[in-house]
């Protein structure tokens, strides 16, 4: 069976998303699976113009839209017409060229849209894929409201997607169940789950050891990711900044950017703790692991939205599968991920106080537990129920109900 994803962005641009798409991808040509890639126009607008309208990235080739005209850049409505545009030329196009037996459209639902009308012309059926409420998103971003007339257009113009494509994926319980009480859902359903390759982290519990066996160690407290406001980073800096008023010894390490980058060091500089928080910036990809290294705690005090109540994030599981202790506030996404049994702190989301009396906890079982046995426990939960194999392994059902021939 051969599979057009079609994407709203890829590598080489580095995202959750893209890295998503990439394990995928490859998961599916270990099943069988055929697929060819494209991308709509904002590619180009973010990474910039490719050299034509075909590009290799990591070894896989992705067909392209052109970016818009300068003129066109500059005005919302006609750059939004021209993504819609070429993603249905483009589309129309790649389908005679690759004749697949499916069109697999990922967020955002602009991509099930334009999927979804070619399907139809082409006679091929459409999976839509869910991997967030992008006007969730917007609403923290600050470009709209939730409730606005354009946030419950966006909803409104996914459920009309989801409403008519042939089946339905999400991410998450969490998003599935919330689509499922406002929009009639398709008789084929699948959630995959984000995932890890377990193998591709190197298990550091030891190393973690050997530094709580020092008791001169101070702990390195750490958020490795972008700087969005709900991801609830200046509740960490205040916790910080109340265990360092107790006198409990520790660092923090903030690695990334984002819109709150500035806010956050003005925080820093305003609770006096230049001395022990470290804000390197963003860093290329192929150095995170050498900041993971150096950091004992995860944190992820992520603030209550329906966002982050609905969606499942993924750096955790890196994270686990490193051999690291976890901090992470109790919101609906952290609580799908993280199951009871698997040794991660949880505090009240947007309680600093809370989050500080975790993160010294948390220090003191490091202490204690000589083997860190619990952290080993996590790691097994995500080799086992976790793994990007067993994640892809669930499209196979939604592919052969769907699917014109069995590839």
């Known amino acids: 069976m051969k599979i057009l994803h079609v994407f ?3 590598l080489p641009l580095h995202s959750g998303y893209t890295f998503r798409s990439r394990s995928l991808i490859r998961y599916q040509h270990e099943m069988g699976y055929e697929t060819c890639h494209l991308t709509g126009s904002k590619q180009a607008i973010h990474a910039g113009p490719s050299k034509g309208l075909n590009e290799t990235a990591d070894g896989l080739e992705f067909y392209r839209c052109p970016a818009p005209p300068r003129w066109v850049a500059h005005n919302r409505v006609l750059q939004q017409l021209h993504v819609i545009t070429w993603l249905l030329i483009r589309t129309y196009q790649v389908c005679g060229i690759e004749k697949p037996d499916l069109l697999h459209a990922h967020s955002p639902a602009l991509n099930g849209f334009c999927a979804l009308i070619i399907g139809r012309i082409r006679r091929i059926p459409v999976v839509y894929e869910i991997r967030a409420f992008w006007e969730d998103a917007a609403v923290d971003h600050g470009s709209t409201l939730e409730g606005s ?7 409104w113009f996914e ?5 008519r494509v042939g089946g339905v994926v ?3 319980n969490g998003l599935m169940s919330d689509l499922a009480g406002r929009a009639k859902l398709p008789r084929c359903t699948a959630i995959v789950p984000n995932a890890v390759d377990v193998e591709k982290y190197p298990d550091r519990t030891d190393t973690l050891k050997l530094r709580w066996h020092n008791r001169d160690n101070i702990p390195v407290v750490g958020f490795i990711g972008s700087f969005y406001r709900y991801e609830g980073l200046d509740l960490l800096v205040e916790a910080v900044s109340l265990l360092h008023k107790r006198g409990v010894a520790l660092k923090l390490l903030l690695v990334g950017g984002g819109p709150e980058e500035e806010r956050l060091k003005h925080l820093v500089s305003e609770h006096g703790l230049q001395n022990i928080v470290d804000m390197p910036g963003r860093v290329p990809h192929e150095e995170v692991d050498t900041y993971y290294e150096r950091v004992d705690v995860l944190a992820y005090p992520r603030r209550s939205m329906r ?3 609905t969606v499942t994030p993924l750096k955790p599981l890196e994270a686990m599968s490193m051999g690291r202790a976890l901090v992470m506030s109790d919101v609906g996404g952290h609580l799908e991920l993280i199951p009871d049994g698997t040794g ?5 989301s947007g309680d600093a106080s809370a989050l500080a009396t975790a993160l010294e906890s948390v220090f003191h079982r490091l202490r204690q537990d000589r083997e860190l ?3 080993h426990k996590a790691r097994q939960y995500v080799a086992e ?9 669930n499209y196979a059902p939604l592919y052969q109900a769907l699917g014109r021939s069995d590839g």
Do not use: K
């Open 8 to 10: 709203d962005h890829s």
């Open 307 to 309: 966002l982050t109540e």
């Open 149 to 155: 007339f354009r946030y419950r257009l966006s909803q």
């Open 385 to 393: 129920q976790r793994s990007w194999a067993a994640s892809v392994a």
């Open 170 to 172: 999400t991410i998450c």
């Open 344 to 348: 991660v702190a949880l505090f009240p």
């Open 159 to 163: 459920e009309w997607v989801v409403n």
């Open 373 to 375: 046995g619990f952290l």
